[in-house]
Each structure stands twice: as C-alpha cells, then as structure tokens.
C-alpha cells in the first residue's frame, strides 16, 4: 500500500483537534507549509466511524464484567465473546489505517499527516488507544468569540452544524474543551500540545516554533517567515473553497473531480476580542451562565457580562 510501517502505531499521524471556529483549519495551514507536512481535512474518523465503534466494545466489556462479577444476571453476547482486547484493538487498528489508506499511500518515513477534523476533540481516549504514537494538538479559543463565529455563521450562511441559539453554541464549546481537559490527563507531553488561538495570534512566530519543536520539525527561516506571511488569520478571507486537496471517492463521483475537500473557508475578522461588538447583552449573558466555570477553568476569566 506504500505506508511507512511507522504508521501502524500512528507515529507519523498528527491530529488537530479543537472546537469549530476555534482556528483549526489556520493552523493546518500554518503547519501544512512545512515541506515534511501532508494536509488533511475533515475524515470524521473517529467521530463518526472508529470512535463509536470502540465505545461500543467499551459497554460491552462492561457488560461482561458485571456477568462475571455476579451484578448483572444475563448472558454474555457481543464481539467480546470471541474477541480478546488485544485482538479488537489490532482488527480496529487495521482498519483505521486501510480507512485513511488514501491519504497515508506513499507518506515518507519524514513526513507526517496531519489530519484536522475538530470534533475529534470529543475522542482523545479512543485517538490514543487505537494509535498510541500519534500526536494530538489541541488549540482552544475564547468561547465569546467562538459563539459570535458560530452564530454568523448560523445567520449569513445557514451551515447545518451551526447552532442559532447562544445557549447551543456554548455548550457545544464546554463540551469540546471538556473532553479535552479530561483526554489530555492520560496523555504524555510528546504526545498532546495545546495553543491558543490569542497567542498564536499575537505571537505567530513563536508559537509555530514551539509547535515545530513538538512535531520535531525544522524550519528554513524563508520557509518559516513566508507560512506566516502567506497564512495570517486574514488571508484567504476571499476563498470560496479549501485549497488543501481535492476530493476523490463517492465525493468525487457525485460532485465531479474538481469538487474540493470540506466547506468553504468561511473567514469573519480573525481577530480576538471581536464578540464584544457581535454578541448581543442576552447573548453574553448566555454564554457566560453556560460556559463561566469551564472559561474559569481554561483561563478565560469574565466574572459578569455586565
């Protein structure tokens, strides 16, 4: 299949995670630069296809834990009864890798693929079990002006993924950073990174310099000063559509071969602290009585919106 066999564990495999509108697909530029990078958009791998599949397995273990403990009286039924751990996570392993095949084919052993699906901030646990040398980056925003995105884009644009009402919205933000703090716990320093989409705002230059030491890249300083320059959260404010690939699969046979990989690359301000001319008082309100203690928690200090 042309993989390196440094995939098998996920060693070449980097995984940017993070809200929706919280800067994921900027630092997949940012980083995409890099000549040892491979860009890769939305799989909704582990959201929707790896992730639940291993829950599953998860509940049904439980399960028969509790038969065997005598807590639960019913028989044991499910791929546990033929399957030991080992031999489910080998199954689930092979088939995460012949699922991403076409973007893994002919990765060198120095190059990594990044893959930038955000909602896989809700699988860290299930990431890191199936391919334990994959790295995770994780970049968090503050929720204020997560929501004023998510609900222009709910407003101007009509996404089906973008709540309309500020209380969604938050939740969907609590909910992401959450499950992050909680992932991260299992997780060593090579393995998880996380930025914030201020600093790397504010300081472009040092930020990527400490995520290129994570990733164990090096950077010519023309290379390096012309992804900043060419990628600031403003440029490309006038795409209509990701540059990053094309599409292939039922993709490209239903929406032709030029179709492009993801949603368009919608860019409000790329700016921080916007949400205090975007949100109305009743939408601050919400979002603060939603996401007060988790802002707390991540740093985000508000004591009142008013």
């Known amino acids: 299949m042309g993989v390196d066999s440094r995939v098998c564990q996920g060693k070449n495999l980097v995984f940017i995670v993070g809200c929706p509108r919280s800067g994921t697909t900027w630092l997949l530029?940012?980083?995409?630069?890099h000549p040892r990078v491979r860009p890769g958009l939305e799989t909704n791998l582990f959201r929707r296809y790896i992730g639940p599949e291993l829950r599953a397995w998860r509940r049904e273990v439980d399960r028969l834990n509790k038969i065997a403990s005598g807590k639960l009286r019913d028989r044991a039924y499910g791929l546990p009864y033929f399957l030991t751990e080992i031999e489910f996570l080998n199954a689930l392993r092979d088939h995460t890798l012949a699922?991403?095949?076409p973007l893994l084919v002919n990765l060198r052993s120095d190059e990594l693929l990044l893959e930038k699906t955000p909602d896989h901030a809700l699988f860290l646990p299930e990431i890191s079990q199936v391919l334990p040398q994959a790295r995770i980056i994780h970049i968090i925003r503050d929720p204020r002006d997560v929501v004023a995105s998510v609900l222009s884009l709910s407003r101007d644009i009509g996404l089906d993924w973008a709540p309309k009402n500020p209380r969604v919205a938050a939740r969907m933000w609590v909910a992401s950073v959450k499950s992050v703090r909680e992932g991260a716990k299992s997780l060593t320093k090579q393995q998880f990174f996380e930025t914030r989409f201020e600093d790397l705002l504010e300081s472009t230059l040092d930020e990527l310099r400490r995520l290129s030491n994570f990733l164990e890249l090096e950077w010519e300083p023309e290379v390096l000063e012309a992804a900043i320059s060419k990628n600031t959260a403003h440029a490309g404010k006038e795409e209509q559509g990701s540059n990053l690939g094309r599409a292939g699969g039922e993709a490209a046979r239903l929406a032709g071969e030029a179709a492009r990989i993801g949603p368009p690359r919608v860019i409000r301000k790329g700016k921080a602290g916007g949400w205090k001319d975007d949100l109305s008082a009743t939408e601050k309100f919400w979002v603060w009585?939603?996401?007060?203690?988790?802002?707390?928690?991540?740093g985000y200090h508000w004591a009142r919106p008013w």
């Open 29 to 33: 530029r940012l980083l995409a630069s």
């Open 289 to 298: 009585w939603v996401a007060r203690k988790e802002m707390d928690l991540s």
């Open 99 to 101: 699922l991403m095949r």
